[in-house]
């Protein structure tokens, strides 16, 4: 095991010193934490609760052995655009439990939410799961517009304009753009699904049965709470983009990416369906390199070192979890400067191969 361990010592070194520039606490120095600060006014400010982080930390577990943990891999941090693919993997327990349908329009499950305009009317689950949805409107008090032409890393077309001046909106499915405005609705839809917080769900459906689950915390903005069949609930976002969010031990990430690898199954239960988490890696259509809710790497372009069949759930600030099905390897890497993530991800890659 000792020597397991050192394959990956070059790794977790490069890792280590290598930790995003932005302050442990966010209250130190505000203007250099967090993603909102590039939002038109008055749009750029936090809505929910934001915590002091740890430093670099990582989990890798491959054949479904932990080899390899650096820094505090037990302590729960907001983990920010990761949370999109918890939302895929509830829409996946809904999906089982006769709430959704992939491709059935959501104002035809769900009306009075926000999808009843002739424009919203035509779009699906699918829709939303891959980011092609174009949905217009506000949620939660937020238009769906601060998010036109944001460009991610990992976006291969270049932004057209500046970010949140109006564009002209497409047909839903035609047109990618990554919107977490539109993912926060794609909450909202699933908290009417399920009719209960989506963190206590997501707890007894993925990660009791997994054996996580300790000091997580999904939380929402501070106005963002909804009444359905008369109870309070939270509708949480999918990131942290604004505050709130995810918060989440490296470890049970690993544990989630894992359940992941294994196709929904944990130690002979399964808890999230085969064809569903076979779907999530399929490429959408208008954005090869996306899934639903997850990144893909089936031409190289996202990490050049990594396997064709890697798939990646990835958050600002430095938050990755790979899933790498050639190599039955999950990495797990937290508060990795983005810069060099890329030469992290080399550093495995060669440590994994035989």
């Known amino acids: 095991m000792l020597r397991a361990m050192q394959r990956f010592d070059d790794a977790i070194a490069f890792a280590l010193v290598h930790e995003v520039p932005w302050p442990r606490d966010p209250a130190a120095d505000p203007a250099a934490w967090g993603v909102h600060h590039d939002d038109p006014p008055p749009f750029n400010r936090l809505r929910g609760p934001v915590h002091p982080r740890g430093g670099v930390s990582g ?10 943990a650096w820094g505090d891999p037990d302590r729960a941090d907001q983990t920010f655009s990761v949370a999109k693919t918890y939302l895929a993997l509830l829409a996946g327990i809904a999906q089982a439990r006769g709430l959704l349908a992939p491709g059935e329009r959501v104002a035809d499950r769900l009306p009075g939410i926000g999808f009843d305009s002739p424009h919203n009317r035509p779009i699906t689950w699918t829709h939303l799961l891959t980011q092609t949805s174009e949905w217009e409107g506000e949620c939660l008090g937020m238009p769906e517009q601060v998010e036109h032409h944001r460009r991610v890393a990992h976006d ?23 919107n977490d405005v539109r993912i926060n609705q794609l909450s909202l839809a699933l908290l009417h699904l399920f009719k209960r917080p989506l963190a206590d769900v997501f707890v007894d459906s993925v990660l009791q049965p997994i054996g996580g689950g300790r000091d997580f915390a999904w939380e929402a903005y501070d106005d963002a709470w909804v009444e359905i069949d008369g109870r309070r609930l939270p509708s949480v976002p999918g990131g942290t983009h604004w505050g709130g969010g995810v918060r989440i031990s490296a470890r ?9 690898l294994d196709g929904g199954v944990h130690q ?36 050049a070192d990594a396997s064709r069949a890697s798939w990646f759930m990835l958050g600002a600030g430095g938050h990755m979890v ?14 990795l400067d983005p810069a060099h993530t890329a030469g992290f991800v ?5 440590a994994l191969r035989p």
């Open 346 to 350: 080399q550093r495995v890659a060669q």
């Open 156 to 178: 291969p077309k270049p932004p057209a304009a500046r970010k949140g001046e109006r564009r002209a909106l497409r047909e839903p499915g035609s047109f990618w753009e990554y």
């Open 59 to 68: 989990v890798i577990r491959v054949r479904g052995v932990e080899l390899a």
């Open 322 to 335: 790979w899933v790498d099905p050639e190599q039955d390897a999950v990495v797990v890497a937290r508060w």
């Open 268 to 303: 002979g239960q399964r808890l999230i369906a085969r064809d569903w988490i076979e779907r999530m890696q399929a490429p959408c259509p208008v954005a090869p390199f996306y899934g639903w809710l997850s990144w893909l790497n089936r031409d190289g372009r996202l990490y």
């Open 252 to 260: 049970d990430q690993a544990r989630i990416g894992q359940l992941m």
